[in-house]
């Protein structure tokens, strides 16, 4: 089993920019997909970026240009760097990593966005 703690969530302005953090607790050695996802109150949980075993990044098109992806492997750790945030990026932000039998899955950060 691994665990997934993410970090990073607050309070940002509009405009401003938040980094989240998700570290494994081990490193995982096939994995399908990494994902982050997002909640926002009264609404489905969203995807809103993954990336796949051969590297490619798909982003949600409200995030597109703004939010990124990246990973550090020496720390287990994958990152969404958001950028220009906007009001309606407001959610509980969880990663995800997918495999061959598992899907592992981290608490949840909470991000306002607020001014």
């Known amino acids: 089993q691994v665990r997934l703690v993410e970090s990073g969530g607050g309070l940002v302005q509009p405009g401003g920019s938040l980094r989240l953090s998700c570290e494994a607790s081990?490193?995982?050695?096939?994995?399908?997909?990494r994902n982050w996802w997002r909640q926002a109150p009264g609404n489905q949980r969203e995807l809103v970026a993954s990336?796949?075993?051969?590297?490619?990044?798909r982003y949600a098109e409200s995030v597109k240009g703004r939010f990124t992806v990246s990973r550090d492997n020496a720390k287990n750790t994958m990152y969404l760097q958001m950028n220009m945030v906007k009001l309606e990026d407001t959610a509980v932000y969880y990663c995800?990593?997918?495999?061959?039998?598992?899907?592992?899955w981290g608490q949840g950060t909470e991000v306002t966005v607020s001014s």
């Open positions: 995800n990593i997918e495999g061959p039998g598992y899907n592992y």
């Open positions: 081990r490193s995982i050695s096939e994995v399908y997909t």
């Open positions: 990336t796949g075993a051969n590297g490619r990044v």
